[in-house]
Structures are given as structure tokens and as C-alpha cells.
Nanobody, 132 residues
Framework: VQLQASGGGLVQAGGSLRLSCAAF????????TGWFRQAPGKEREGGQC????????YYADSVKGRFTISRDNARNTVYLQMNSLKPEDTAVYYC??????????????????????????WGQGTLVTVSS
């Protein structure tokens, strides 16, 4: 059971990247999934999440309107499309699963949290560097 994040790299300010979070050993679409980031010298911060049902997404104010989280259930993968990147977006990006927010009930399958402390299973991270 693991998550594998990929897609990071070096991009100029204003550019775009798409990160992928692939799940192995379990069905990712059963759980809420989030993307978080940690910049050098800073704590891990919340970013965005998608509910287990896929019907709800939530974003931190710092990325709202620029980043989009989505699911491809056939590929057992969650994506993070990042547009209009800024130097302050530079960080290691992690995907994670909230095992409590799953599709076992209507409520837990319909919502998610953008707080990293809510999440249980974490991927290894992928580095995004945005140059000015």
C-alpha cells in the first residue's frame, strides 16, 4: 500500500506543471486525497483536496483559481494541475490520503479537509521549483 507522487520539476514563473499521485495496493477513489507542500524552512501547509466521491474539492486561498485537483479513477490517480506558478510556490509537494474520509458513508465520502494533520498515508514528495 503506497502513494507515488511524480511530475515535479523546474519551471519559470507563469508556467504550468501537472503532478500525479498514483496509488498502489488500494483503490484511491475510496478516500479523500489531498496535495500539500513544504517549502524550505517552513512547515507543511494545506493546499487542496478532493473527496472520495470526487464531487467536492477545496482549495487554500493561496492557490485558489490557479491549481486544480482531479481524479482519474481508471488510472487510480489524482492529479494537481498547477497554472500561473509563482516563485513562492516552490516546495516539495506531497499527496496523501485521509483514511477516515472515505465512501463508507455519504458524509465521509462527500467532503475532505485541507489540513495536513488529517491525513494518514503519505507519498514520498516531488520537488517543484519556480524560477523568477
Amino acid at each position: 500500500v503506497q502513494l507515488q507522487a511524480s511530475g515535479g520539476g523546474l519551471v519559470q514563473a507563469g508556467g504550468s506543471l501537472r503532478l500525479s499521485c498514483a496509488a498502489f495496493g488500494f483503490n484511491l477513489d475510496y478516500y479523500a486525497t489531498g496535495w500539500f507542500r513544504q517549502a524550505p524552512g517552513k512547515e507543511r501547509e494545506g493546499g487542496q483536496c478532493i473527496s472520495g466521491s470526487g464531487g467536492s474539492t477545496y482549495y487554500a486561498d493561496s492557490v485558489k483559481g490557479r491549481f486544480t485537483i482531479s481524479r482519474d479513477n481508471a488510472r487510480n490517480t489524482v492529479y494537481l494541475q498547477m497554472n500561473s506558478l509563482k516563485p513562492e510556490d516552490t516546495a516539495v509537494y506531497y499527496c496523501a490520503v485521509d483514511e477516515q474520509m472515505n465512501r463508507s458513508t455519504y458524509y465521509t465520502g462527500s467532503y475532505c479537509y485541507i489540513l495536513p494533520e488529517e491525513y494518514d498515508l503519505w507519498g514520498q514528495g516531488t520537488l517543484v521549483t519556480v524560477s523568477s
